[in-house]
């Protein structure tokens, strides 16, 4: 009876195991999930702030010197 003991302990250790790295894998994939739809919205933004970005020609150049503080 002693090595039918061991076994079912055995057993249930690996019972054990299994249901934690299933745990982990659910975790892990929630994880990821998340962080693909953060993703996703900031390459929307950064699409978004392109598109609103002037091109470079379209503006004529001013010097930081020409502008006056916000103080003035």
Same mark, same amino acid.
């Given at each position: 009876?002693? %090595?039918? #003991?061991? @076994? !079912? *302990?055995?057993? !249930?250790?690996? /019972?054990?195991? %299994?249901?934690?790295?299933?745990? %982990?894998?659910?975790? =892990?994939? #929630?994880?990821?999930? *998340? $962080?693909?739809? @953060?993703?996703? *919205?900031?390459? #929307?933004?950064? %699409? !978004?702030?392109?598109?609103? =970005?002037? /091109?470079?020609?379209? $503006?004529?150049? !001013?010097? @930081? *010197?020409? /502008? =006056?503080?916000? #103080?003035?």
């Amino acid at each position: 009876m002693d %090595a039918s #003991h061991d @076994l !079912t *302990r055995r057993l !249930t250790e690996l /019972e054990v195991k %299994a249901s934690f790295a299933d745990d %982990a894998i659910d975790q =892990l994939n #929630h994880a990821l999930y *998340r $962080q693909q739809q @953060l993703i996703d *919205r900031l390459v #929307h933004e950064i %699409a !978004t702030l392109k598109q609103n =970005l002037p /091109e470079p020609g379209d $503006q004529p150049f !001013t010097s @930081l *010197r020409d /502008e =006056l503080p916000p #103080h003035y």
